[in-house]
């Protein structure tokens, strides 16, 4: 995870407070989100609890307590009792945050407590468990978590922010291109998921796929870059070493369980003339979605018949031009296709909408 870090201020006095469970896919949207306020400054936290019980309890107290005014020595009280000792001074040692943003169920709690204690706007993305968005002045949500009426305290995002624009691709396909020395070939991106409870990729579905992607690096003077992520499990990655290691046609091979000193993720996909992301993420749906550039999603083995609010997601993505589809049967065809296709396709900006709309909330 990135150091805490203070940007200098260009607005003196607007200052956001970030909160961070310490998961990637959930601090990257509130950094994103903060990405495109460069003008203000941003100290970031991690927030860490004594124990994962009282994470628990305090979310189901401030569902209860959120309405009741708390005076400021009981708000710290609970705060002391719950977290960690550092997080405990980092949150309570500033007052002067205009607001406070969070992403995920178990930092939403700290994130209110903080927002009666300081008396500042709460802004939180996606909706966290139990304690819900009404709670908070400000909620961003992705287009699959839509009730039928949309809640006056939230705004809609078709995926999630995210820190991926085109520009951060571009500076990390020349960084990555420089150090590969992959010549003149064209290059298939590869971003592979795992299993969750809606999708599945299995070690035959990932044979397939190498011999898929293999055939075309032979056939058409192309290589391969490839990572997969910490949900990948072993017997798939052992597929993938068995396939991939020591073959001439895979240029660039990454496997999320060994020690990585920066995210692979914006590289592939810039140097990469078509990038292939599974269904089952989607965070790097998203991200890739963000980039301007030439991307698939890949259909996975399904889970009773995978996640619907998702897919309807990605049926609206793919309808507004912002990303194709394939399954294993086809796949070739499309990237094929994808090759001979010129224009680039649009680029999702998910972290701008909701930047904008944390500017309009603050009136700046």
């Known amino acids: 995870m990135e150091n805490p870090t203070l940007r200098e201020n260009k607005r003196i006095g607007i200052e956001i407070l970030v909160l961070s469970d310490g998961k990637p896919g959930h601090y990257n949207q ?44 009981l708000i710290k009280a609970i705060l002391s009792w719950a977290l960690e000792s550092s997080s405990f001074h980092k949150l309570t040692s500033s007052k002067f945050f205009y607001a406070i943003l969070s992403t995920g169920s178990s930092v939403a709690a700290p994130n209110l407590l903080m927002g009666k204690l300081i008396g500042k706007r709460t802004i939180v993305c996606t909706r966290p468990s139990p304690i819900g968005i009404k709670p908070f002045d400000l909620a961003i949500l992705p287009e ?19 820190r991926i624009t085109p520009e951060l691709v571009q500076a990390a396909e020349l960084k990555l291109a420089e150090k590969l020395n992959l010549g003149k070939h064209r290059i298939i991106g590869l971003l592979l998921g795992g299993d969750d409870p809606y999708y599945s990729i299995t070690p035959a579905m990932t044979s397939r796929l190498c011999n898929v992607l293999l055939s075309i690096c032979q056939d058409e003077d192309t290589k391969l870059a490839l990572t997969t992520s910490r949900r990948t499990n072993i017997q798939v990655e052992n597929v993938i070493r068995s396939e991939m290691s020591g073959n001439p046609s895979c240029g660039l091979l990454i496997f999320a369980s060994e020690p990585q000193k920066e995210n692979p993720v914006p590289g592939i996909i810039g140097i990469s003339d078509v990038t292939i992301v599974t269904e089952d993420s989607f965070s790097m749906v998203c991200e890739t979605a963000s980039s301007g550039r030439k991307i698939i999603i890949l259909e996975t083995e399904r889970k009773k018949n995978g996640d619907p609010k998702r897919q309807r997601v990605y049926e609206m993505l793919i309808e507004q031009g912002y990303i194709r589809k394939a399954d294993i049967s086809n796949l070739r065809n499309v990237i094929l296709d994808l090759f001979k296709d010129n224009p680039q396709p649009k680029f999702l900006n998910d972290a701008k909408i909701a930047a904008d709309a944390i500017r309009k909330m603050l009136n700046v």
Do not use: Q, Y
Not at 38 to 56: A, G, P, Q, S
């Open 144 to 162: 699959h978590s839509r009730t039928k009426k949309v809640p006056k305290n939230a705004i809609m995002t078709l995926g999630v922010p995210n």
């Open 30 to 73: 509130s950094l994103g989100i903060t990405d495109r306020i460069t003008d203000f400054r941003i100290t970031l936290v991690e927030v860490r609890f004594k124990k994962k019980w009282r994470d628990n309890l305090l979310r189901v107290l401030t569902r209860l307590l959120w309405p009741v005014p708390l005076p400021n020595k």
